[in-house]
């Protein structure tokens, strides 16, 4: 099974900061990678995926990059709208999330 | 408007059995893989089953199998789980998602549903 990580578990931040989120795959998972944003009690809300393609509708500030084992998740310039949870999810064999890294208010 | 409306959530106790539905609408179900996403109270999210489109190809995370059960019904344009040998670990919101792709495996989910919780207690 491929374990994914993430790193930092949280992340403290104001308006404006640009903010990188890291997720590593166990084994080599390419490009098959995807990231979500996930605000309490709502459902998760695709972003990106294989690795770097923005999603219709989502911001040009999120940006992803990364093959193999490692990926980056990039918001340039903080919104208060981007205060949320988010997790990577490796779709080269199965489905696998990260365990999330929490984006609060510093 | 792709809609998708999970249901039958609820209390069970551990050793009993639940069946949750997720109501699509908006897109040609039939045409899309479909999967189960749960997550505990406070948790992460954690991939649970897939299905295809045409229900030929079925996958299940270790931690349900051969305890859970997924089915659709395309005529109804309908997803289903039915879970059996509850435990208190199963406890968790379960989110149904569609499958961007026909694909044989899962791949990203573009749609989600709003969830339905299960509790698992005594």
């Known amino acids: 099974d491929i374990q994914m990580t993430q790193s930092p578990s949280t992340l403290s931040a104001s308006v404006g900061d640009r903010v990188t989120i890291t997720c590593r795959a166990s084994?080599?998972?390419?490009?098959?990678l995807a990231w979500y944003q996930q605000k309490p009690g709502k459902a998760p809300k695709l972003l990106i995926y294989?690795?770097?393609s923005l999603e219709s509708g989502v911001p040009s500030r999120f940006s992803g990059s990364g093959s193999g084992t490692e990926f980056t998740l990039t918001i340039s310039s903080l919104q208060p709208d981007d205060f949320a949870t988010y997790y990577c999810?490796?779709?080269?064999?199965?489905?696998?999330f990260g365990p999330g890294t929490k984006v609060d208010i510093k | 408007e792709v809609q998708l409306v999970e249901s039958g959530g609820g209390l069970v106790q551990p050793g009993g059995s639940l069946r949750l539905s997720c109501a699509a609408s908006?897109?040609?179900?039939?045409?899309?893989?479909m999967n189960w996403v749960r997550q505990a109270p406070g948790k992460g999210l954690e991939w649970v089953s897939y299905?295809?489109?045409?229900?030929?190809?079925?996958y299940y995370a270790d931690s349900v199998k051969g305890r859970f059960t997924i089915s659709r019904d395309n005529a109804k344009n309908s997803l289903y789980l039915q879970m059996n040998s509850l435990r208190a670990e199963d406890t968790a919101v379960y989110y149904c998602?569609?499958?961007?792709?026909?694909?044989?495996?899962?791949?990203?989910?573009?749609?989600w549903g709003q969830g339905t919780l299960v509790t698992v207690s005594s």
């Open positions: 908006g897109f040609t179900f039939s045409s899309y893989s």
């Open positions: 299905i295809s489109s045409s229900s030929s190809t079925i």
């Open positions: 084994q080599s998972i390419s490009s098959w």
């Open positions: 999810q490796q779709y080269n064999s199965y489905s696998t």
């Open positions: 998602a569609r499958d961007v792709v026909v694909s044989p495996e899962p791949y990203y989910f573009d749609y």
């Open positions: 294989d690795a770097s």
